[in-house]
């Protein structure tokens, strides 16, 4: 696989963004776990930019997923 060149800062970060919104797309109606927390922490596709999305997304604790699981067993609710 070949990978790909940036040719500046500017564009890693433009791709990287792109791509963000495009995990967002795909978690918000898929994925019911970070769905709700993405909702949530007022994030969706149109994702300003990265560091709003570092600001606003809460980190995932252990706990959370213990209780996600406890309450849709055997897996939780997390299936991307």
């Known amino acids: 696989m070949k990978r ?3 040719r500046n800062r ?5 791709h990287q963004l792109a791509a963000l919104r495009q995990l ?10 970070y769905g709700a927390i993405l909702q ?3 994030l ?5 930019d990265i560091d709003t ?3 606003q997304m809460p980190v995932t604790t252990k706990q959370q997923i213990i209780e ?6 055997p897996y939780g609710s997390n299936l991307t």
Do not use: M, V
């Open 4 to 6: 790909k060149q940036f």
């Open 10 to 14: 500017q564009t890693i970060e433009a």
């Open 24 to 33: 967002i797309a795909t978690f918000l109606p898929s994925n019911p776990f």
């Open 40 to 42: 949530t922490a007022g």
């Open 44 to 48: 969706d596709a149109e994702c300003a």
């Open 53 to 55: 999305f570092i600001k």
């Open 68 to 73: 996600d699981q406890q309450q849709y067993p």
